[in-house]
């Protein structure tokens, strides 16, 4: 599948519609207008690649909803050249994004069909990033610390071990709560040992769970 004047114009249409529901970083809004979402869903989707809502993809996961990429991304203060650990590669979407706005990513996957194919997908588009087939509760200690970390999964706590990989200054997001609903958390490292959390409303999304699932 390629990107098409139909396909951009849909581009368009959906980041007006994200300024409309309070997204206003720019580079965000302009990284979602250049990445071309259908690409990183079946081809039958086209019609539903550019409306703002999650859709299935394989592996019972899914490719968030574009609103919740918008404010995840947002809340990550992604500056060029940052390393952005990303936990939970899914589609590879969401790490298309950050390589669209200068950022070195770093992401993992506990799946292993999903693994293989945001590889292709993201070097079909001429994006590079590093991938790691394994589980994401324990990060990757030898690339840190990181500038920022994003999980696009819920979680009812955040790893230790993630925690201590951020940077002093840098910036943790993260659905946390239960399986039903979840707080969209800020947590930026502000010493050794000291964090502060902040709260940026309600999401829903599929669990952080551990280990790995080999794929055919």
């Given at each position: 599948m390629i990107d098409n004047f139909e396909a951009r114009g849909k581009r368009k249409k959906l980041v007006e519609e994200l300024k409309q529901k309070g997204i206003s970083d720019e580079e965000v809004l302009r990284a979602i207008d250049t990445v071309p979402r259908h690409i990183f869903m079946d081809p039958a989707f086209?019609?539903?690649?550019?409306?703002?809502?999650?859709?299935?993809?394989?592996?019972?996961?899914?490719?968030s909803q574009p609103y919740t990429v918008a404010v995840q991304t947002s809340l990550l203060k992604v500056k060029k050249r940052d390393k952005i650990l990303e936990i939970g590669t899914g589609s590879g979407y969401q790490a298309a994004i950050l390589v669209e706005m200068g950022a070195k990513v770093y992401t993992i996957e506990r799946f292993r069909d999903l693994f293989l194919k945001a590889q292709t997908t993201l070097s079909s588009l001429g994006y590079s990033a590093d991938f790691f087939y394994g589980d994401g509760h324990t990060g990757k200690l030898q690339y840190g610390p990181f500038d920022g970390i994003i999980i696009t999964a819920a979680t009812k706590e955040i790893p230790d071990t993630l925690l201590k990989q951020l940077k002093i200054g840098g910036r943790l997001v993260v659905p946390l709560g239960d399986n039903d609903?979840?707080?969209?958390?800020?947590?930026?490292?502000?010493g050794e040992d000291t964090w502060d959390y902040s709260s940026h409303g309600s999401f829903v999304f599929v669990p952080m769970l551990k280990g790995t699932v080999n794929g055919k």
């Open positions: 086209l019609n539903h690649a550019y409306i703002d809502k999650a859709f299935p993809i394989s592996s019972g996961q899914t490719i609903l979840q707080v969209m958390t800020l947590v930026l490292r502000t």
